[in-house]
């Protein structure tokens, strides 16, 4: 199985930086072991002899017994093969000191000290070097540990959101049959009854076919179109309705260059045509739009005869989860409900907006 160039890359990098660790190691066994001496070319060498073991010691905690009992917390299992590991570590020292030091004797002139250290302080010195680079180890194994951790993290959050914006454009196709049913139902009993009305019903109707079309993929709208699209709405009521139907719609502060979400607030003035009931012959319904610095006061108001639990209908229900998903923190919604009056009260704090990568 091939490598990748990045893989390939990886390991040319690991190589290059272990390559000029263990050089710099061999430096300062050269430190180390001659400072006080003037024999260089026998401190250098005998340097060389310990370079094999200390690098084959450090490679064997690291590579062994770190990944097989200390990562996996095996701590008891990790002391015992330590200690035998330093057992056997201090044994292979000595081998190689004796084997140096047999192999350099005709270097050594006589009444020299070519090393300045006893052979406790170079085993202390391999271990300290061994220590080193298990305590690099670790922190490098920590470090790919929480690099590890944001990838998945991220890919957690690439996961949700994708199934947030799954879910956010189901509840979208949910609202357009709800609304577009009542709509063709409206248009469907003019047309037995053939009415004047009929033409300019498709009309209003193909105006928020058009809104909805084109403006609801969008992630925000002017507030001012989700007015008109409102107020077609209404009109398109008001045709089936007659004089049976009071929509008093106040606009208490300007509209212009204000951001919201699409078919945000329809949901509730359709919620008031379906629930809303004829009392002493007219179907009442108030509708406030007011901004007050960064927040907007939208709220119905339709009369009823008796508790009908209209929060339940589909239009509610999804509107309720399209503001915690794209309004999460930044919305009040308020429901008030008794014998005669049905209200809803909603807040919206322009500025809380989420975008769909926020989310």
């Keep these: 199985m091939m490598l990748s160039f990045g893989k390939i890359k990886e390991y040319a990098f690991k190589l290059i930086v272990q390559s000029f660790f263990w050089v710099i190691i061999y430096f300062f066994y050269n430190y180390f072991l001659g400072f006080g001496s003037n024999q260089k070319t026998y401190i250098q060498l005998f340097s060389a002899f310990l370079m094999p073991i200390t690098m084959t010691i450090s490679y064997f905690v690291v590579y062994f017994l770190v990944p097989k009992y200390l990562l996996k917390k095996l701590y008891k299992s990790f002391i015992l093969y330590t200690i035998y590991t330093l057992i056997l570590s201090i044994y ?33 010195g391999v271990f300290f070097v061994v220590l080193i680079v298990v305590t690099l180890s670790l922190i490098f194994h920590n470090y790919k540990s929480i690099v590890k951790n944001e990838d998945l993290k991220n890919k957690i959050l690439q996961t949700q959101l994708q199934l947030k914006e799954q879910e956010l454009k189901l509840l979208k196709m949910q609202i357009h049959p709800h609304f577009l049913f009542n709509s063709l139902n409206t248009i469907y009993g003019f047309a037995l009854k053939k009415g004047d009305e009929a033409p300019e019903m498709i009309l209003k109707l193909s105006n928020l076919l058009d809104y909805i079309l084109y403006q609801i993929e969008k992630p925000t709208v002017f507030l001012e179109n989700e007015i008109n699209h409102l107020e077609d709405y209404i009109t398109l009521e008001k045709l089936r309705f007659h004089d049976t139907l009071q929509v008093n719609l106040i606009k208490q502060s300007a509209v212009e260059n204000i ?59 999804n509107i309720q989860k399209r503001l915690k998903m794209l309004y999460p923190n930044a919305h009040t919604l308020e429901i008030y409900e008794n014998d005669q009056r049905f209200k809803v009260s909603l807040t919206l704090q322009l500025n809380g907006l989420k975008s769909m990568k926020n989310v």
Excluded: Q, R
């Design 92 to 124: 292979a020292i000595i081998l190689s000191v004796l084997f140096a030091l047999v192999y350099l004797a005709d270097l050594n002139p006589e009444n020299a000290s070519p090393i300045t250290k006893t052979l406790p302080f170079i085993i202390l």
């Design 259 to 317: 951001n919201i979400a699409p078919m945000m607030l329809i949901p509730f003035v359709e919620n008031s045509f379906k629930h809303g009931a004829i009392v002493n012959g007219v179907l009442v319904i108030n509708i406030l739009i007011k901004k007050i610095d960064d927040t907007l006061l939208f709220e119905v108001e339709n009369s009823i005869i008796e508790k009908s639990k209209s929060e339940d209908g589909i239009g509610l229900e």
